[in-house]
């Protein structure tokens, strides 16, 4: 079954930090590109950060100098350390694969940062 399945979301404070952790399953990991997306509510989805297959790295704007994203392949996980976490980094976080035409979500989990 090809899945993806997110953890590690939670409440956190300003200035937090949090390790998120997207493990996939039923298709080879290491060949996909591999992503970050957000939604916050009332907002479209946005995405925050890709790795490639190779191993490059792109960030939005809102993700530069405070989020890492990171894969490994062995494992078949991708992580995305957050830092410096503000209210406004608050949504529900999924993980894209993809390859060529085909598209992976996974079900999301919910990062609120709040006093």
């Known amino acids: 079954q090809v899945q993806l399945v997110e953890s590690g979301g939670g409440l956190v404070q300003p200035g937090?930090?949090?390790r998120l952790s997207c493990a996939a399953s039923g298709f080879t990991f290491s060949s996909y590109a591999m992503s970050?997306?957000?939604?916050a509510?009332?907002?479209?989805?946005?995405?925050?950060?890709?790795?490639?297959?190779d191993g490059m790295i792109n960030y939005t704007d809102s993700a530069k100098g405070?989020?890492?994203?990171?894969?490994?392949?062995?494992k078949n996980t991708l992580y995305l350390q957050m830092?410096?976490?503000i209210p406004e980094d608050t949504?529900?976080?999924?993980?894209?694969?993809r390859f060529f035409a085909r598209t992976v979500w996974g079900q999301g989990t919910q990062v609120?940062?709040?006093s």
């Open 83 to 85: 830092n410096s976490l």
């Open 66 to 74: 405070r989020f890492t994203i990171s894969r490994d392949n062995a």
């Open 91 to 97: 949504a529900v976080y999924s993980c894209n694969a």
């Open 41 to 53: 509510p009332g907002k479209e989805r946005e995405l925050v950060a890709t790795i490639t297959r």
């Open 16 to 18: 937090g930090s949090l």
């Open 112 to 114: 609120t940062v709040s």
């Open 36 to 39: 970050w997306y957000r939604q």
